[in-house]
């Protein structure tokens, strides 16, 4: 993000707006989220696995001892821990690369608002990184992976980026006053309005 806003500035000769920032970001954190989650699966997702079924396989054979059948014995003691392994990790590749690109994409309109000169750079540019620090860790916590607050965490980083994106595209042009708006005195709507 930070290369292509430099080539912009620098070399084009251009100035981008806090959306494309917030756009850079999104893209960025895209990649790395989608790059994560390949790494989860290959090298984490055969250690959790591998530490979910081994504490199972001395009470799967006390089962095939008893009589059951290998099916009835390995379904009975693995169905919690496999159903808790596979919901885990499907919600981790559905939502990481989205994740991780609503984040990087909060961060990066802060810094495209500090970087457009609107606001001055040490009152905005933490605010992003600070929303996405805090999402990211709620969204990594033990306490909070695998139940309700998991989705809500998601939810809100949505949220979150889907109304700085539009407020990011949003145009203000200048609204002619009319001449009931002049005797009112009524100009351009405010930013909120949308």
Not at 92 to 102: G, Q
Request: aromatic fraction near 14%; charge should be positive.
């Amino acid at each position: 993000m930070l290369a292509v806003a430099l080539i912009y500035r620098f070399y084009l000769r251009q100035e981008l707006a806090p959306r494309h920032y917030l756009f850079l970001g999104a893209v960025s954190g895209l990649v790395f989220g989608a790059s994560e989650v390949v790494h989860y699966f290959t090298v984490n997702g055969l250690a959790e696995f591998y530490l979910t079924v081994q504490p199972a396989l001395p009470e799967i054979q006390r089962l095939l001892l008893a009589g059951h059948s290998a099916p009835d014995s390995v379904f009975a003691v693995l169905i919690g821990p496999v159903r808790y392994f596979v919901l885990d990790f499907v919600w981790r590749f559905v939502t990481d690369p989205i994740t991780h690109a609503c984040w990087a994409g909060l961060t990066g309109y802060f810094i495209g608002l500090a970087a457009s000169g609107r606001h001055r750079w040490y009152t905005v540019s933490w605010i992003g990184l600070a929303a996405a620090a805090i999402l990211h860790g709620l969204n990594d916590w033990s306490l909070v992976n695998g139940h309700l607050l998991w989705i809500l965490v998601t939810l809100v980083s949505a949220i979150l980026f889907l109304g700085y994106a539009k407020v990011g595209s949003r145009t203000d042009p200048e609204v002619p006053r009319t001449r009931a708006a002049a005797r009112t005195g009524a100009g351009p709507r405010p930013w909120w309005e949308h």
